[in-house]
């Protein structure tokens, strides 16, 4: 083993090392994208630390040293020791930070970057960077005498250091490894050949460290082959990678960031549960259905995330289930799709909860409408059909009493047309207001529209000047006439119209014989069927409109009377001048 080959050698290497920092900066002008920046920088800090390393040889070879046994016996200028000092820490500062910068690309490129990911590299690559840079200038400045430190603690810092190094750089080198080889499986258009030319880069020349390091291979010779073969073979892969194999134009990241994306952004709650029926993520969707954070729900139990009424055991993959949220208008359809791996064997679930309320609430007034029409307008047309037919025959006791249950007839057809087309009118507006009515006015424009029917409309109370509601006055009037009309055909004493301050609540109130059970029950049940319907569509329209704007409507009918609740939220509400 001759000094001179030893000096060729460090040359050779040096110039593969200077290839590794061209390619980055080839890399930094050519491309643009996800990864790009820390594939570059791992090139370049590949390239100086075997740079640095083939300097380190070349000044000991030039000494005469060719083997790593003869550094205890060296016998150096001293300007010559400074500088291996000041060298071999830098071979521990590149080598870690060039690896966890290929760790950093191999996220970037294959998946999102999440906090936690960043504070995970964060501390393995600080500890082995902290503990490989100590471990270099310690060992340098020892050697050369620079510092005195007892060669039993020398020696177990210097293998605790060593293992801490590998440990930390060997997890990094495998998590990145395992990060593309499951992108290349998982992602058609990047190849596990690109995975092979990305890995030979960091795999062969850690390996060859680790084996000077350990005294397996120690002539300077013997290793600069090893790394000049080895750094040769991983440039040839890392120029195949991006070159033929179109690495940057891939982007195998773009589809775990959509992915992500679509996962945080969906207006539909998502829920990941895990083979054992523990919540493994959702979405803030999800977490806004249920009003619970993240922390306090993965990994708890799902029956303690769903509504009581529901259980887990309901779900089958791809039944859908429909599921009213407690205290709340709110009504979901759930769906749970099995996710499997390449083998097939369940790793999890996937229950996807999408709002149907509006749906719902659509289907509802379909029916509604329906029912009014096949009701009661059939009902009431065969009716006067009947009598037009008592009328043609001459009518037994004269014609004018059918004629009167006519017109009786055919004008509530027509106040029906009006209901119905009111609201439609209720339905298509828009229920927010910028700018507040007060309260007081929308009570007296409705009392003047149902006087225009009724002759004389009892009506008493007070409700503050200066309450305002920002809800649309076609909407919020409609509902305020409907209850007074409905009080006054109904009544003929006095109808009351007063409002809470308090909890925000505008009451109308009438002694007549109140409203028939059913009707309620239509309402509170939220829908219609055969055997229990309402009678028209003015308790509908007091409901829909009520729910529109995010208030809610309580019917109270007893022996007194009937009690109308309308509460508006408080945040709809105004006091004004």
């Known amino acids: 083993m001759t000094v001179s080959a030893s000096i060729q050698l460090a040359f050779l290497t040096g110039a593969v090392s200077l290839g590794y920092g061209l390619f980055g900066g080839f890399l930094l002008k050519r491309y643009r994208g996800i990864g790009v920046k820390s594939l570059a920088a791992f090139s370049i800090l590949w390239g100086a630390n075997y740079l640095s390393a083939s300097l380190v040889v070349y000044v000991l070879a030039s000494n005469g040293i060719t083997a790593q046994g003869q550094l205890h016996s060296l016998s150096l200028p001293e300007t010559t020791q400074l500088v291996l000092i000041s060298t071999t820490p830098l071979s521990g500062l590149f080598t870690v930070a060039g690896i966890f910068a290929w760790l950093w690309f191999a996220l970037r490129y294959t998946r999102r970057i999440g906090r936690r990911e960043k504070v995970a590299v964060a501390a393995l690559g600080g500890l082995t960077f902290l503990v490989a840079t100590l471990n270099g200038f310690v060992g340098a400045a020892a050697t050369f005498e620079f510092i005195s430190i007892d060669p039993d603690f020398r020696t177990s810092f210097h293998r605790f250091a060593s293992a801490v190094e590998v440990l930390g750089t060997g997890v990094a080198v495998g998590v990145g490894i395992g990060l593309l080889y499951e992108t290349a499986a998982n992602h058609r258009p990047f190849r596990q050949q690109a995975v092979v030319g990305l890995s030979v880069p960091i795999v062969f020349p850690w390996l060859v460290r680790n084996l000077y390091r350990f005294g397996l291979v120690t002539g300077f010779q013997s290793i600069s082959i090893l790394r000049i073969a080895s750094l040769s073979v991983g440039f040839a892969g890392l120029w195949l990678a991006v070159t033929e194999y179109d690495l940057f134009d891939q982007l195998p990241a773009s589809r775990s960031v959509g992915r992500q994306t679509a996962f945080e952004a969906s207006d539909s709650a998502i829920v990941v549960i895990n083979n054992e029926g523990n919540v493994s993520d959702l979405n803030p969707a999800a977490r806004e259905l249920f009003s619970v954070s993240a922390f306090d729900t993965v990994g708890a139990s799902l029956d303690d995330l769903l509504p009581a009424t529901v259980d887990s055991s309901e779900f089958r993959d791809g039944?859908?289930?429909t599921v009213r949220m407690p205290n709340s208008e709110t009504v979901v359809e759930a769906v749970m799709t099995t996710a499997t791996d390449d083998s097939g064997t369940p790793i999890g679930r996937t229950?996807?909860?999408?709002?149907?309320?509006?749906?719902?609430r659509r289907q509802q007034r379909i029916?509604?409408?329906?029912?009014?029409?096949?009701?009661n307008l059939?009902?009431?047309?065969?009716?006067?059909?009947?009598?037009?037919?008592?009328?043609?025959?001459?009518?037994g006791g004269g014609t004018k009493p059918y004629q009167r249950k006519i017109e009786t007839l055919l004008d509530d057809l027509v106040t029906i047309g009006k209901k119905a087309q009111n609201t439609e009118h209720v339905l298509d507006a828009d229920p927010l207001a910028e700018s507040a009515t007060p309260l007081p006015a929308l009570i007296t424009d409705a009392l003047d529209s149902v006087a225009e029917e009724y002759d004389d409309v009892p009506v008493s109370g007070s409700v503050p000047k200066s309450t305002a509601v920002r809800i649309n006055p076609m909407v919020i009037g409609s509902i305020i006439e409907e209850l007074i009309e409905n009080a006054v055909r109904h009544t003929d004493s006095m109808v009351t119209v007063s409002y809470d301050d308090e909890s925000t609540t505008l009451i109308v109130?009438?002694?007549?014989?109140?409203?028939?059970?059913?009707e309620i029950a239509v309402l509170d049940n939220a829908q219609e069927t055969d055997l229990e319907h309402g009678s028209g569509l003015g308790l509908w329209l007091v409901k829909w409109g009520t729910d529109s704007f995010g208030g809610s409507v309580e019917f109270d009918t007893d022996e007194t009377g009937t009690r109308v609740r309308v509460s508006i939220p408080a945040d709809l509400v105004e006091e004004t001048a």
């Open 319 to 321: 039944e859908p289930i």
């Open 351 to 360: 229950i996807v909860f999408t709002d149907i309320t509006a749906e719902r």
């Open 378 to 395: 059939r009902n009431d047309l065969n009716v006067a059909k009947g009598y037009v037919d008592v009328m043609a025959d001459g009518g």
């Open 509 to 518: 109130a009438d002694e007549g014989p109140g409203i028939h059970d059913n």
């Open 367 to 375: 029916q509604v409408l329906n029912r009014v029409l096949r009701h």
